[in-house]
């Protein structure tokens, strides 16, 4: 069973802390996306990357920014928290092609930011 | 481009009756099509796939989607509902095509509440 781990399941931090969010992967997929989940609005693309090193914005990218330095790992890093950062954050990972693509999820991490 | 709505933000059903939730997508390219279910404090879970080969497509616990291209709809059905249906659904679009990066863009999910 592919597996894909965030690192914590529940985290508070204080307003201006810097925040890491850490997701790994075991089935060498190429991409990796982070989301955040809010009520009544689904699921926002924050970033993803198709490869180590390489990332882009998706739909919500500010106050965030992301680092794939191996393959397997994609963190999601809040450079200073804010209130309105508090959310469910999702990583997911998917192969490359497009013929058939599946994304498989984490179980989420619920930050809340105080 | 690509953009998914699903037009019900809650569904309210008995036990034992059909379920509908509605889905239309925009895609710049032919579109792959998912339906995810989401339980309470549980991570998403894929519930079916269209990715271009049968139009119907059959799911898990039930639960089938329609393909129609010339409506841009991928509706999901369930003939008869029962109480472990109660979750939240969601449709998804990406690009069916080679490339780097195809994006999953998610509707804004719908909500469903199962009465006994």
């Known amino acids: 069973d592919v597996k894909v781990t965030q690192s914590s399941r529940y985290l508070v931090k204080r307003t201006g802390e810097k925040v890491f969010l850490e997701c790994v992967q075991d089935?060498?997929?190429?991409?990796m996306f982070w989301y955040r989940q809010d009520p009544g609005l689904g699921l926002r693309l924050i970033y993803f990357?198709?490869?180590?090193?390489?990332?882009e914005k998706g739909d919500i990218p500010e106050g965030y920014s992301v680092s794939r330095e191996k393959k397997e790992r994609f963190s999601l890093i809040l450079e200073s928290a804010s209130t309105n950062q508090t959310s469910m954050y999702l990583c997911a990972s998917s192969p490359n092609f497009g013929l058939n693509v599946v994304a498989f999820f984490g179980q989420g991490t619920r930050l809340t930011v105080v | 481009a690509q953009s998914v709505t699903q037009l019900d933000s809650h569904v309210s059903v008995s036990e034992g009756t059909p379920v509908l939730l509605r889905c239309n997508y925009s895609?710049?390219?032919?579109?792959?099509l998912f339906w995810y279910v989401q339980h309470p404090n549980k991570g998403l879970q894929l519930l079916l796939k269209?990715?271009?080969?049968?139009?119907l497509v059959k799911g898990i616990n039930g639960f089938e989607a329609e393909f129609k291209k010339s409506e841009t709809s991928f509706h999901l059905t369930k003939p008869s509902a029962h109480m472990s249906d109660a979750a939240e659904y969601f449709c998804v679009v990406t690009q069916r095509k080679k490339a780097a990066g195809n994006k999953l863009t998610f509707g804004g999910g719908t909500r469903v509440l199962v009465k006994p």
């Open positions: 089935m060498d997929h190429e991409n």
């Open positions: 990357s198709y490869d180590v090193k390489m990332k």
């Open positions: 895609s710049s390219y032919s579109p792959s």
């Open positions: 269209y990715t271009s080969a049968a139009t």
